[in-house]
């Protein structure tokens, strides 16, 4: 059975910095894409970030040079290092992996990816 299991998400004040973490167990995520998507109350599920297989990185916009997006295959996990964080950053964050790795394209949409996270909350306080 796959899981995935995010943790690292709480209260913090704008400026602040937060680390999230999503262990993969199941089966062999190791050459599988992931990614952090967030979704704020009344609102859509949206793209944060993500990192395939051979390490491409992308992220969105409002993320830029904010956070950073990593992997660690050998432990097949997934982090999300959140700085700078700003009161319209708070929403849940997921973690998703997609069932295959590509090496060039950096998948971004909510349909490409097959297992999710139950979720953690991140709020940011002004």
């Known amino acids: 059975q796959v899981q995935l299991v995010e943790s690292g998400g709480g209260l913090v004040q704008a400026g602040g910095s937060l680390r999230l973490s999503c262990a993969a167990s199941g089966r062999t995520f190791s050459s599988s894409d992931m990614g952090w998507f967030r979704q704020a109350p009344g609102k859509e599920r949206e793209f944060v970030a993500a990192?395939?297989?051979?390490?491409?990185?992308a992220y969105a916009d409002f993320v830029k040079g904010r956070f950073t997006i990593s992997r660690d295959n050998a432990k097949i996990t997934v982090y999300l290092q959140m700085n700078s964080l700003k009161p319209e950053d708070t929403a849940v964050y997921y973690c998703?992996?997609?069932?295959?790795?590509?090496?060039?394209?950096?998948?971004?949409?909510?349909?490409?990816?097959?297992?999710w996270g139950q979720g953690t909350q991140v709020t940011v306080s002004s």
């Open positions: 990192i395939n297989w051979s390490g491409n990185t």
């Open positions: 998703a992996v997609r069932q295959g790795g590509s090496w060039i394209v950096v998948f971004r949409r909510v349909p490409e990816y097959d297992y």
